[in-house]
């Protein structure tokens, strides 16, 4: 990987000098550098490159080692990057400045045909399983490169649109430029690694995990943050106290704008492709999904409700050192704000959860997912709330001591005050809810049948397997001579036994069970004595 990284550097720089036009003893050092990664380094990666093969041939496993999918993935990563990003210094300067980068191109050339034949010789060696995480990579790389680009093209469109000021269009060096060359230098990565690549292996768990956590999960919050600060701004000009001439305040809003447009765009894309793909209503990423949304929510709302009783006590409070960076009407803008936003779609997720909970007592609750997210929310949120207790009661008794106590120590525990309101509203009711959940689950009974069996006879590593699954026991296997395991009436046997440990015998006339252990020592009825000890 390195050398391979050293000639494509070498070849890329040599080129893009003798395309530039200069002289090439203008620039001894790039030349030697140049001379020296390709001259050198390239018989060097031949010889590692024919050791690899010979070693492949002789020995069949190498190709199928995790070594080299990592390689391969590790590398289409970095030629597919150094490409995007030779795509975007080409698009730049010719929107911007209207020349062509000749050192830019000669790494696209190089480092593109590169990629294209690590994608070739990681079709053939290499199976879809194996590919499938450089496939999520390259098209998280892409996807998220191209949504930058897509916002930062429609901020500064409707900047130009409805701002008055310079003119942005591409004739200069310009934001627009840049903007619309991200999205150049995304678009191809996205549709090279999600349409031609991952989108192709629906239903498995990296393409759930991108559809569902990324693409609707990610996007849809992307959605709500650019809508929160549109809201927030929008009160803060009529209600406010906004800083700024009109034309300022709304060209600092447009950001926020473009990036919950193209936030919903993707959300409603991926949510189309997940609606018509996704493998059963209640897969386990899709609780993962759900859950992890309604905790994004709920943090926000729980955010506003911090935020709303600091500035109720900057409020009431005399005057004294600011505890807000914002006036109180502002910060009471934002916490309506985040309550607006976060509190309806905590309540959305929520309710959905609680239907599929109601159809589905038990599978809901005892799904791991569920038991994670309430645990971290009644856990994490009540020690916060026990810190920050300790914290303000501390704060407290100080000043108290000092002869203090009054405004001030009123102004300095508003902070502390509203986290424990918070984080102590979050911790009790899903405490709550996690009690309930614990009340619907029916408890293990208690375990009974051995727990170690001891098979023997001839090798069979799927009974022993089968075996484990069937008893949650420590299994062992000695081998002997003998025909095969019947299965079926191996697990039947152990299913009768009730004692600690269990040998099972195959015998010619069949497989034969021999307990001991705590409980009626001795064979089961019929089966014969135990063997004597030794």
């Keep these: 990987l390195g050398l391979l990284v050293v000639v494509a550097v070498g070849v890329s720089d040599l080129i893009g000098l003798v395309q530039s036009g200069r002289p090439l003893v203008d620039a001894p ?12 380094g390239a018989p060097l990666f031949l010889v590692v490159v024919f050791w690899t093969r ?31 990003t030779a795509v975007y210094r080409l698009g730049y300067e ?35 399983e194996r590919r499938s995480l450089h ?78 956590v990324m693409g609707v999960g990610a996007s849809l919050v992307t959605t709500l943050a650019g809508a929160s600060v549109v809201l927030y701004r929008a009160l803060v000009w009529f209600l406010g106290d906004a800083a700024g001439g009109l034309d300022s305040y709304v060209a600092g809003s447009l950001p926020a704008v473009a990036a919950a447009v193209v936030g919903a765009l993707s959300w409603w894309y991926h949510r189309t492709v997940l609606g018509q793909r996704v493998p059963g209503p209640r897969a386990e990423v899709t609780r993962l999904y759900e859950y992890l949304l309604a905790a994004v929510a709920l943090l926000a709302a729980a955010t506003g409700v911090a935020l709303l009783v600091v500035a109720f006590v900057q409020a009431v409070v005399p005057p004294g050192e600011q505890l807000l960076a914002a006036s109180v009407v ?22 959905r959860i609680e239907r599929h909970t109601a ?22 949120a009540g020690v916060v709330a026990v810190i920050v207790l300790l914290v303000m009661a501390f704060m407290v008794i100080s000043d108290a001591l000092q002869g203090r106590l009054g405004a001030a120590t009123l102004r300095s525990a508003a902070v502390p005050l509203g986290l424990i309101v918070a984080a102590g509203a979050v911790s009790g009711y899903h405490w709550l809810v996690f009690r309930a959940d614990r009340a619907r689950v029916p408890r293990t009974a208690a375990r009974v049948g051995p727990r170690e069996v001891l098979l023997v006879g001839p090798r069979d590593d799927a009974l022993v397997d089968q075996v484990r699954r069937a008893t949650r026991a420590r299994v062992e296997l000695w081998q002997a001579p003998g025909g095969w395991w019947p299965v ?19 015998e010619p006339a069949g497989p034969r069970l021999v307990e001991a252990g705590p409980g009626p020592v001795g064979a089961q009825p019929g089966q014969g004595p135990p063997p004597p000890p030794g």
């Design 94 to 128: 010719a929107l911007a400045d209207g020349r062509l980068d000749a050192s830019a191109l000669a790494r696209l050339v190089v480092w593109g045909t590169l990629w294209v034949l690590l994608r070739r010789l990681e079709d053939r060696t290499l199976d879809h």
């Design 359 to 380: 159809a589905e007592p038990v599978a809901e609750a005892s799904s791991p997912t569920r038991r994670i997210y309430l645990v971290l929310l009644f856990g994490v």
């Design 54 to 84: 010979r070693l492949m041939r002789s020995d069949p496993g190498e190709v199928r080692s995790l070594g080299w999918a990592a390689y391969l993935t590790v590398a289409g990563l970095v030629a597919a990057v150094v490409a995007a």
């Design 330 to 351: 502002n910060a009471v803008l934002a916490a309506v704000t985040l309550l607006v936003v976060g509190g309806p779609l905590w309540w959305l997720f929520w309710r």
């Design 135 to 212: 496939w999520l990579l390259g098209t998280l790389i892409g996807w998220g490169t191209a949504l930058v680009g897509l916002a930062a093209v429609l901020s500064v469109s409707l900047e130009t649109l409805l701002v008055p000021g310079p003119d942005l269009i591409l004739g200069g060096r310009s934001d627009l430029a840049a903007a619309v060359a991200v999205l150049a230098a995304g678009v191809p990565l996205w549709f090279a690694y999600w349409i031609r690549g991952l989108a192709r292996r629906p239903g498995t768990v990296l393409w759930l995990g991108h559809v569902l």
């Design 29 to 40: 050092t790039a030349v030697a550098r140049a001379l020296t990664f390709t001259h050198v």
């Design 488 to 506: 079926p009436e191996v697990l039947a046997l152990l299913a009768r036994a009730t004692h600690a440990q269990a040998l099972v015998l195959l």
